[in-house]
């Protein structure tokens, strides 16, 4: 009888830990997508509700950044409804000086586009940013189980980073 419900106590606390670490292993799969997908990781940021990993393609310098808002998830939340996450896509190449004040002007009129959905310009480090803010299910790619869906990650990342591209002008 107490060996049941120490062994019920483990898997409620398992569980429990499940839903705090989601954040963590969608951005560990995303990061090894990306890796696998020839980019390199180049910069880390974090200040505790915001991550911000940039990734680069070293033969033609195209870069992907991942902006990420941290939240806390619940086991309930994951069973029921689901667990979702506020992330940004951009993709970005060096700027070409011609293209500066073009982008400056994209960039400008951006900064008053902040929705889900809206593709929004953005000008840093010398490089030109294409972004979306999306709203993500993490149940479409994480199982109760720790398992990823690669299948779904990659095709999804992959669908934004090749349409946001189509935004870029080189």
Do not use: C, Q
């Not at 310009?121 to 993490?138: G, K, P």
């Amino acid at each position: 009888m107490l060996k049941n419900l120490v062994d019920k106590s483990w898997k409620l606390l398992e569980e429990e830990e499940f839903s705090n670490r989601l954040d963590d292993i969608f951005l560990g799969a995303i990061t090894t997508l990306l890796v696998d997908k020839n980019f390199v990781l180049i910069d880390i940021k974090t200040d505790g509700n915001f991550k911000s990993l940039i990734f680069e393609d070293l033969n033609s310098y195209f870069r992907v950044k991942i902006g990420f808002y941290i939240k806390n998830h619940s086991l309930v939340e994951f069973k029921t409804i689901g667990s979702k996450v506020l992330i940004t896509f951009s993709v970005g190449v060096p700027s070409k000086i011609d293209k500066f004040f073009k982008f400056s002007f994209k960039e400008l009129l951006s900064s008053k586009l902040s929705n889900i959905g809206a593709i929004t310009y953005d000008y840093s480090n010398y490089y030109t940013y294409v972004n979306i803010t999306l709203y993500l299910l993490l149940n479409d790619y994480i199982n109760e189980n720790f398992g990823i869906n690669w299948s779904k990650l990659e095709e999804d990342v992959l669908t934004v980073i090749k349409e946001l591209s189509k935004y870029l002008e080189v």
